[in-house]
């Protein structure tokens, strides 16, 4: 109790008002998880309930219990429900066992796709964590998760998940978002419509505010660069790599503090193949920013080269650093402020474009500070 109470204590005096711990679905049978619990985000706090079956605006209150004016709107779907997994404990199974219930878009409507409308934020960048899988068939069903103006694209989240620490992809999708004053934060999450049968699932948000996207991206695959090896050119404007097998350019982002006395960076890389990723760090950006073909896309990250590590993408996405790993600075040697480069090169053996079984993401910039 004490313990508890001195965490909030300390979370009032911080710039983390209007963040919020948000649990999904039938809390009545799995109450909400503790305050000591962050989840994926390593934010604790108060988690407040949010029942999707009255299809209205919910109050939420903050992560230190106070009232904010903020609200949750779901629309579509089936309501709540909960299913006991018996692989999921704790605040594990507080926070993912209860859900709302998305389904599946062969179901017809208003089955397929839920949309969250979040009202009354204050203006500031905004990290979301949504969580998403199945506590009955978590391997076999996936969801999908788009959120508006996000720096990321769509992610989709599913996979076997044995409890804490969450995974990227597998348990839940980070999106990065600035919200201006008076602006309304949409969340569509729906059935990607790839698997016969699926039935998506939302467990809960957490909305982290003051985590901004930082670095400059360059070196994208839509003409605007080098041209990619085979006409494989994305969208204008999409900022991504050159398309891979699934259709879209595969996508780096840089969240958190690039600081040497603060490093918080998180590189997350999205709309791969789930295969593995190696993230690597640059000195400079290769022929001026343009990139140079390599493989069915464009090597950006150059000058003395680093490899940070590789990841297995789950629904597409990974990041670096995770669990256990050392922070980017730290692995990078960056040990004094200057600028890097950063790049994901992804395994994509499908038959598509050269006869090289990999394709990378854009490149993107970052200066470390003191």
Request: charged letters at 10%.
């Given at each position: 109790m004490?313990?508890?109470a001195?965490?909030?204590?300390?979370?009032?005096?911080?710039?983390?008002?209007?963040?919020?711990?948000?649990?999904?679905?039938?809390?009545?049978?799995?109450?909400?998880p503790?305050?000591?619990?962050?989840?994926?985000?390593?934010q604790?706090?108060?988690?407040?309930?949010?029942?999707?079956?009255?299809?209205?605006?919910?109050?939420?209150?903050?992560?230190?219990?106070?009232?904010?004016?903020?609200?949750?709107t779901?629309?579509?779907?089936?309501?709540?429900?909960?299913?006991?997994?018996?692989?999921?404990?704790?605040?594990?199974?507080?926070?993912?066992?209860?859900?709302?219930?998305?389904?599946?878009?062969?179901q017809?409507a208003?089955?397929?796709?839920?949309?969250?409308?979040?009202?009354?934020?204050?203006a500031?960048?905004?990290?979301?964590?949504?969580?998403?899988?199945?506590?009955?068939?978590?391997?076999?069903?996936?969801?999908?998760?788009?959120?508006?103006?996000?720096?990321?694209?769509?992610?989709?989240?599913?996979?076997?998940?044995?409890?804490?620490?969450?995974v990227?992809?597998?348990?839940?999708?980070?999106?990065?978002?600035?919200?201006?004053?008076?602006?309304t934060?949409?969340?569509?999450t729906?059935?990607p419509?790839t698997?016969?049968?699926?039935?998506?699932?939302?467990?809960?948000?957490?909305?982290?505010?003051?985590?901004?996207?930082?670095?400059?991206?360059y070196?994208?695959?839509?003409?605007?660069?080098?041209?990619?090896p085979?006409?494989?050119?994305?969208?204008p404007?999409?900022?991504e790599?050159?398309l891979n097998?699934?259709?879209?350019?595969?996508r780096?982002?840089?969240?958190?503090?690039?600081?040497?006395?603060?490093?918080?960076?998180?590189?997350?890389?999205?709309?791969?193949?789930?295969?593995?990723?190696?993230?690597?760090?640059g000195?400079?950006?290769?022929?001026?920013?343009?990139?140079?073909?390599?493989?069915?896309?464009?090597?950006?990250?150059?000058?003395?080269?680093?490899?940070?590590?590789?990841?297995?993408?789950?629904?597409?996405?990974?990041?670096?650093p995770?669990?256990?790993?050392l922070?980017?600075?730290?692995?990078g040697?960056?040990?004094a402020?200057?600028t890097r480069?950063?790049?994901c090169?992804?395994?994509?053996?499908?038959?598509?474009?050269?006869?090289?079984?990999?394709?990378?993401?854009?490149?993107?910039?970052?200066?470390?500070?003191?």
């Amino acid at each position: 109790m004490l313990r508890t109470a001195a965490v909030l204590l300390a979370l009032s005096g911080t710039s983390t008002a209007q963040s919020f711990n948000l649990d999904v679905g039938a809390n009545q049978s799995h109450p909400l998880p503790a305050n000591g619990y962050g989840a994926a985000a390593n934010q604790p706090g108060a988690w407040v309930g949010v029942s999707t079956t009255a299809q209205s605006a919910v109050p939420i209150t903050d992560i230190v219990g106070a009232n904010t004016g903020v609200t949750i709107t779901p629309v579509g779907g089936f309501g709540d429900f909960a299913v006991n997994n018996p692989t999921w404990m704790g605040d594990d199974d507080l926070l993912m066992e209860d859900a709302s219930d998305v389904g599946g878009i062969a179901q017809g409507a208003p089955g397929g796709s839920v949309t969250w409308t979040i009202q009354g934020l204050a203006a500031g960048d905004y990290a979301v964590y949504t969580y998403a899988l199945a506590p009955d068939f978590p391997a076999s069903y996936n969801t999908r998760i788009t959120v508006s103006g996000a720096v990321q694209g769509p992610q989709v989240v599913g996979g076997a998940w044995s409890g804490s620490p969450h995974v990227l992809g597998t348990s839940f999708a980070r999106h990065d978002v600035a919200i201006a004053s008076g602006q309304t934060l949409t969340i569509v999450t729906d059935d990607p419509g790839t698997i016969t049968g699926n039935l998506s699932t939302v467990n809960g948000f957490q909305l982290v505010q003051g985590i901004a996207s930082v670095g400059t991206a360059y070196c994208f695959g839509d003409g605007s660069a080098t041209a990619c090896p085979c006409g494989n050119a994305s969208a204008p404007g999409a900022g991504e790599g050159c398309l891979n097998s699934l259709g879209v350019g595969g996508r780096i982002t840089a969240a958190g503090s690039a600081s040497l006395s603060n490093d918080t960076l998180v590189l997350t890389g999205s709309q791969m193949p789930n295969s593995s990723a190696l993230y690597f760090q640059g000195t400079t950006r290769q022929n001026g920013g343009l990139g140079v073909v390599f493989g069915d896309g464009l090597r950006c990250a150059g000058g003395s080269v680093l490899r940070l590590g590789t990841k297995a993408n789950a629904g597409g996405t990974s990041q670096y650093p995770a669990a256990g790993d050392l922070p980017v600075s730290v692995r990078g040697f960056v040990t004094a402020p200057g600028t890097r480069t950063y790049q994901c090169w992804y395994r994509n053996a499908a038959a598509f474009c050269t006869a090289a079984t990999f394709n990378l993401t854009n490149g993107i910039g970052l200066t470390w500070t003191p």
